[in-house]
């Protein structure tokens, strides 16, 4: 898959362990936890938890400030040589919260410029924040894009915050839809690596997620994500408590194959917690809580 990408291309995924499966074995990730809030409200999401675009609902991160989160990194990076990528995920939506995720890229371009920075967004904010992100150098987004329906989309997002109001159902997600693909289309052209997450709910979304590859992959995206939906009624989430219940491996695995075609499929993804650290799948966060930091230095 690698040998067949042009050069500018595979330079750049080459050491990420989300866009390069052969990556994921020798090369890790982290992400900090300097995003609390959210613009938007996902039926598969429980707010006391992570951003469930990315991750695993039902672990809670420890919120850092950016000066935190660069102390982080930098103990990270010092002590896991294989860590080349730095990411932020949550636990709310990060470019909802750009004083604190673009600081945070900021310090780290200047002061650990090897670290690739990483992003990942329900792309609500997203074309506002194209220009900030190509100023930090950023070369991977990941937009989760669950429809380009809004008819869909109103059983997924029941309400937007869009310029200073709540919009309800099909109104909010039509807005969402198309920020997300504008967003999606602005990266495009500046040359921005994209990476699709969609959530595959059984009965909402999952035979319309193929439609949606294909359009995604017209815009340019590099990767397509199809995660399961995780919906375990203790994580307390809308979905949870209306008994929609999340793909079992075979659904998941024949939409995955639906999809692929001519599209790049990840199907690695160990859906991570907002402030994982390691190789995917492994999470040595506990060795680099704040406590242990401070006594590092
Ligand atoms: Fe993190 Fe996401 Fe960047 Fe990777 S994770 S922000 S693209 S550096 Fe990776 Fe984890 Fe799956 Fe995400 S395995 S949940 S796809
Ligand atoms: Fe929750 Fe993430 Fe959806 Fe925001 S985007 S509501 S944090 S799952």
């Known amino acids: 898959q690698m040998n067949h990408l ?14 390069s499966e052969d990556a994921h074995h020798y090369f890790a990730r982290m992400h900090v936890a300097v995003a609390p809030a959210c613009n938007i409200q996902c039926h598969y999401c429980n707010r006391k938890y992570d951003c469930a675009n990315e991750s695993r609902p ?3 991160s420890e919120l850092y400030t950016p000066e935190q989160a660069v102390r982080k990194v930098k103990a990270v990076a010092a002590t896991i040589p294989q860590m080349t990528v730095l990411g932020i995920a949550g636990p709310g ?10 600081a945070t890229f900021r310090m780290l371009s200047e002061q650990a410029p090897d670290i690739k920075l990483c992003v990942s967004t329900n792309g609500l904010a997203l074309p506002e924040s194209v220009e900030e992100l190509s100023k930090h150098n950023i070369d991977h987004v990941t937009i989760t894009i669950n429809t ?49 997450n969609s959530v595959m709910i059984p009965g909402i979304n999952d035979k319309h ?38 793909p079992n491996a075979e659904e998941l695995q024949e939409l995955q194959d639906a999809c692929a075609g001519d ?35």
Request: negative net charge.
């Open 263 to 297: 599209m790049n499929m990840m199907r690695h993804c160990r859906q991570c917690r907002a402030d994982a650290v390691g190789l995917l799948g492994e999470d040595r966060g506990a060795e680099f809580t704040l406590d242990k930091i401070e006594a590092m230095d």
């Open 6 to 19: 042009p050069d500018h291309i595979r330079e750049k995924v080459q050491n990420h362990p989300c866009y």
């Open 58 to 60: 039902g672990v809670v």
């Open 148 to 196: 380009v329906d809004p008819d869909i989309g109103a059983e997924i997002y029941p309400w937007v915050f869009w310029k200073n109001q709540r919009i309800k159902g099909r109104a909010g997600a039509e807005i969402l839809i198309e920020q997300q693909q504008r967003g999606l289309e602005m990266l495009s052209e500046r040359g921005i690596l994209t990476k699709i």
């Open 209 to 246: 997620l193929v439609e949606v590859s294909k359009i995604v992959k017209g815009k340019g995206a590099f990767l397509h994500n199809v995660m399961p939906l995780i919906a375990e009624a203790e994580h307390g989430t809308f979905y949870g408590v209306m008994g929609q219940r999340g």
């Open 93 to 102: 939506d990060p470019l909802a919260n750009p004083e604190r995720t673009f």
